[in-house]
């Protein structure tokens, strides 16, 4: 059996390489939408396989460290850690899918208005995506608390697409179909940096040995 | 801390999950009951009940880590620690589809009713079925049991299809119903995504039922 510190760097290893492919399906899928791109949605739809077999890989992985490692104190921490980001990851990873489903549908469309406010949204999870693996990486707990903050930005967008598309709706009830795909889209969007919050909170959980979720140490 | 006899600390937390999972179960009965009565007060009982979900959630995770870290459990203590981490995962966020569901329902009391609701409840009854079975399947290990929800799942995902395109349907004849009919169109996905979360319950009940070892399973592959 290999040293334990090895272990321990070939699973956040994985997570990475995990964390690059969600990441990449996240932002091709978001470009699929806007560009009704086919080709770009079929390669996000190609790599779901991948992001699922490295989610079995790594609890796999976790849980046999946890078994034979006898981890204490940090090390503990990093593998409970791990098994949630992983859990999270391959949510966003299916999340990525579902916006590429709804961006198939609505290739097969008219469009029904010029998309602004659904690339922001999605450009703000991204990079709290980014931010959080980053986080989690390096262990910056500054970095992991900045994307907690940036979750409220993301709610406030998914509000305003959701009334904005309902009085569209309500305007020109032929575009209703498109409409209900980009309110979907949104809050596939809104579940991906919840998602993201989660990886930050996990990490501030690894670093500092606290439990932040559900703001029950409001001092972080 | 003292350390405790590791069977107790088990079962404690078999229990306290147990807990959560009632809490759950009823915070999803609830919010369907709250939407087709009416029940404002309903509603709002479900998100009060947010803060002991989340809370209990906390509860297991710490507790499960710390049986873990103290006990260095090996097989089927292991896979019951990790089910139990999952499953904690699953319950809790099956809350959340409850709270919003409810978020929902108060939304809809304050509009006039768009139709009466049938598949939605059907919808409902089927899900809160697979949430029941899939915990008492975690309680008795049985892989049977909890193999026996699928079908339902499937179920569950047509009902949703169907709504999607009565309602859309609706708002085109009556586009004054489209904010209450999108409102009806997400208390159909959380309900789906309550069945999803069941169906994970269940494949953590066969894994844990079946005994795969993970070092064993895992050990070949990694050698290379």
Do not use: W
Not at chain 1, 91 to 104: F, K, Q, T
């Amino acid at each position: 059996m290999r040293h334990f510190i090895e272990e321990l760097e070939d699973l956040q290893g994985r997570l990475l390489e995990m964390g690059t492919l969600v990441e990449s399906a996240i932002h091709n899928s978001v470009r699929a939408l806007t560009e009704r791109s086919e080709t770009l949605a079929q390669q996000v739809l190609g790599n779901e396989d991948r992001i699922n077999h490295l989610e079995i890989e790594i609890d796999e992985l976790s849980v046999r460290l946890l078994a034979l490692q006898q981890p204490m104190a940090k090390d503990l921490r990093f593998l409970t850690a791990a098994i949630k980001i992983n859990t999270d990851l391959e949510r966003m990873g299916d999340l990525a899918v579902n916006i590429v489903e709804r961006a198939i549908a609505l290739m097969g469309r008219p469009a029904v208005k010029p998309l602004i406010d659904i690339p922001q949204m999605a450009r703000t999870a991204e990079s709290m995506v980014r931010k959080s693996l980053d986080a989690f990486v390096k262990r910056e707990p500054e970095l992991a608390r900045s994307v907690l903050l940036s979750d409220d930005t993301v709610d406030r967008l998914r509000d305003s697409i959701h009334s904005e598309l309902i009085s569209f709706m309500q305007e020109d009830p032929e575009s209703i179909p498109q409409a209900l795909d980009l309110i979907l889209v949104a809050r596939h969007l809104e579940r991906i940096a919840d998602h993201a919050t989660n990886i930050a909170e996990d990490t501030l959980f690894l670093v500092k040995g606290v439990d932040v979720r559900h703001h029950l140490e409001p001092n972080y | 801390m003292a350390l405790r006899h590791f069977s107790l600390e088990l079962e404690e937390l078999n229990e306290m999950l147990l807990r959560m999972g009632s809490l759950v179960e009823s915070s999803i009965r609830r919010s369907v009951q709250s939407l087709v009565n009416r029940d404002k007060e309903m509603a709002k009982a479900v998100m009060r009940d947010e803060p002991t979900i989340n809370q209990m959630q906390v509860e297991v995770d710490a507790r499960a880590t710390r049986v873990l870290a103290l006990n260095q459990p090996v097989a089927r203590d292991l896979r019951f620690l990790t089910a139990t981490l999952k499953i904690n995962t699953d319950l809790e966020r099956m809350g959340d589809l409850a709270v919003n569901i409810a978020e929902r329902a108060v939304a809809l009391i304050n509009r006039p009713p768009v139709k009466p609701l049938e598949d939605i409840p059907r919808m409902a009854a089927l899900v809160q079925d697979m949430v029941l079975k899939s915990l008492e399947a975690f309680v008795k290990v049985n892989a049977e049991l909890a193999d026996s929800i699928c079908p339902a799942d499937i179920e569950v995902d047509a009902l949703r299809d169907k709504v999607y395109s009565e309602l859309v349907e609706y708002m085109q004849r009556d586009p004054v119903s489209v904010p209450a009919a999108v409102d009806l169109i997400f208390v159909a996905r959380n309900l789906e995504r309550i069945a999803d979360h069941a169906t994970n319950i269940a494949e953590d009940v066969i894994f844990l039922a079946k005994g795969v070892d993970y070092r064993r399973a895992v050990g070949p592959a990694r050698g290379v």
